[in-house]
């Protein structure tokens, strides 16, 4: 397993352009928005949670579908589907290894991208916090997507209508979370939710996403 | 397919309630109920809704505005009725791997989705005059454009996949892992934002409910609409039965031209 986690690793941060246009795609989304509405700091301030949340959600669904698609074109996983590893834990450790090439250089770079926004002080540390506590729950959730749509030519569009629903409450709890965070009021409730989600997520879906990998490769 | 009926039929002896699941026997009894289905929600929904619509009085406060409950409430329900409907015949699909039961599920999700954006555009026609808006960001409202993308993406799965049976198995996994994310969604949602509109009004608890001269219409209307909906999923399910038929049958003539 720990093999499969350093392939999968490795294979994202050299084969090119996956590891660190996710990260790209953040900054970029980022710098847009106050294009959009303006560069006043209080605005800014008030939106940038949520905005950080939504583009944070955004560039996790660019580099799904790299999930499994690749290994399907090429053969490896229906190696990986024969090998002594149950399919579940190969689910798994393709997720974490998207979560650690995906999800962390998110969670430690929004803070910084927090500043851009002119989020207040308060805010560095909780867009941190929330984001690490939800990017697992958004690899997780992606694979499973991905794995539905793997056998499929044009999944991409797809995989994005599908996984973004799924989405919701993770975004909802932790977007909430970081707000109130950022105001001073009491966030516990929303940060043990969200917990409760990815944990949720963590346990059961690497079956579900399983099941359609094998389905797929049937 | 030919023996896979014929081993289906052997276990259905077994077990009697699965016999409709048998696509002969789906075909027979669907074709003799659906006339007196048909009847019986036209009837309930005509009278429901006439009914409705001329003979109950205006509520105060709200004028006749408050006619569109006699479209808005039964569209509702059903379409959440229609998710829970197509999540069961997944699981029945995923276990006992009938396929009547995943062209149900398939039958059933436009269906719903119409129902949904049926409940969604009343509910914003009845919102102007009533709360001076369209659309507000409130739990439930929220949370019925919530369930109109799930639906959306449960169909868009079912389009792309060309297999049949690949397409019922993963659009059945996404209906079991959907409804547990849209369950999720709707307390994400209550606790997001506290809404405008009102709580429940039907119950079987009777002091919630409203006044008897609205609830009796209302509730032929509702029952209207859940038989037309039943209607609506055997006659797209036949159909779907024998799209799968004139497939077979062109590929036997072709198999025996080659």
């Not at chain 2, 029945?92 to 995943?102: F, P």
Request: charged share 15%; net charge neutral.
């Amino acid at each position: 397993m720990i093999a499969l986690l350093t392939r999968d690793m490795r294979l994202a941060i050299r084969a090119g352009g996956g590891f660190g246009l996710g990260l790209a795609f953040f900054l970029i989304v980022s710098t847009l928005v106050p294009f959009g509405v303006g560069p006043e700091a209080e605005v800014l301030a008030r939106i940038a949670p949520g905005i950080l949340w939504v583009g944070a959600l955004l560039a996790c669904l660019l580099s799904l579908d790299r999930i499994f698609q690749l290994d399907f074109e090429d053969g490896s996983l229906d190696l990986l589907a024969t090998a002594p590893i149950p399919m579940e834990g190969t689910v798994a450790i393709k997720a974490l290894a998207h979560w650690l090439t995906t999800g962390l250089p998110l969670v430690v770079a929004a803070p910084v991208f927090g500043a851009l926004m002119s989020m207040p002080r308060p805010g560095y540390w909780w867009i941190f916090v929330t984001l690490l506590i939800g990017t697992p729950a958004l690899s997780m959730i992606g694979a499973f997507g991905a794995a539905l749509t793997v056998g499929l030519k044009r999944g991409g569009l797809l995989l994005s209508l599908l996984v973004l629903p799924l989405y919701i409450p993770t975004l909802i709890f932790g977007a909430e979370a970081a707000t109130r965070g950022i105001g001073g009021f009491d966030n516990t409730t929303p940060l043990l939710m969200q917990a409760g989600i990815t944990l949720v997520a963590v346990a059961l879906l690497p079956f579900a996403a399983a099941a359609a990998l094998r389905i797929n490769l049937r | 397919m030919p023996e896979m009926r014929r081993t289906k039929q052997a276990r259905d002896r077994i077990n009697f309630l699965w016999e409709w699941a048998n696509p002969v026997k789906f075909m027979w009894f669907s074709g003799v109920a659906l006339p007196w289905l048909i009847a019986a929600s036209a009837l309930l929904m005509g009278v429901g809704l006439v009914w409705g619509f001329f003979f109950t009085p205006e509520a105060i406060n709200f004028g006749s505005s408050v006619k569109i409950i006699y479209v808005h409430v039964p569209a509702a329900t059903m379409a959440i009725s229609a998710w829970f409907m197509m999540l069961v015949a997944s699981v029945i699909w995923l276990i006992r791997r009938h396929h009547v039961s995943a062209l149900a599920a398939k039958a059933a999700a436009p269906v719903g989705t119409v129902f949904t954006i049926i409940a969604l555009i009343t509910g914003a026609i009845w919102g102007e005059p009533m709360w001076g808006t369209y659309w507000a960001w409130d739990p439930r409202l929220t949370s019925f454009l919530i369930l109109f993308l799930f639906y959306l993406g449960y169909m868009a799965l079912w389009g792309a996949i060309e297999d049949p049976d690949t397409a019922a198995d993963l659009t059945s996994v996404l209906a079991v892992v959907g409804s547990v994310f849209a369950f999720m969604s709707r307390y994400a949602v209550n606790f997001w934002n506290q809404g405008l509109h009102q709580g429940a009004t039907l119950s079987l608890d009777k002091e919630e409910n409203i006044a008897d001269t609205y609830w009796i219409p209302l509730v032929m209307a509702l029952v209207g609409f859940g038989l037309f909906f039943v209607v609506m999923v055997f006659v797209r399910t036949r159909t779907e039965i024998r799209k799968r038929r004139t497939h077979a049958l062109e590929l036997r003539e072709r198999m025996a031209d080659a």
